[in-house]
Nanobody
Framework: VQLQASGGGLVQAGGSLRLSCAAP????????AGWFRQAPRTEREFVAA????????VYADSVKGRFSISRDKAKNTVFLQMNSLKPEDTAVYYC???????????????????WGQGTQVTVSS
């Protein structure tokens, strides 16, 4: 299942963006869906994740209170609403899915087996 992330762009600090992740033509059938990001010369870092069935969410401390992850089961899509954006949020954002049945989502990118192509988010100061 190929994941497609969209919704990135250029925004001023304090602005908002909403990212989407879907698997066109196929159900996004997985137990956990997550968002990660990677800035130049840094390692990929966890942003947020959600369990598909119960909608339990986990966030990185750096985005807690500003970002919100959600899923639309009917549209087989996962969203990342990003508010109060900061220049340090600038990165390529990736969506990914973890097939394991978990009570809580994991933050470990190694546990996610399918990845989207990434969408660039740039926040200007």
């Amino acid at each position: 299942v190929q994941l497609q992330a969209s919704g990135g762009g250029l925004v001023q600090a304090g602005g908002s963006l909403r990212l989407s992740c879907a698997a066109p033509g196929r159900p996004l059938s997985s137990n956990v869906a997550g968002w990660f990001r990677q800035a130049p010369r840094t390692e990929r870092e966890f942003v947020a994740a959600i369990t598909w069935r119960a909608g339990i969410t986990v966030y990185a401390d750096s985005v807690k209170g500003r970002f919100s992850i959600s899923r639309d089961k009917a549209k087989n899509t996962v969203f990342l609403q990003m508010n109060s954006l900061k220049p340090e949020d600038t990165a390529v954002y990736y969506c990914a899915t973890d097939p394991r049945n978990r009570v809580l989502p994991t933050r470990d990118p190694q546990e996610y087996d399918k990845w989207g192509q990434g969408t660039q988010v740039t926040v200007s100061s």
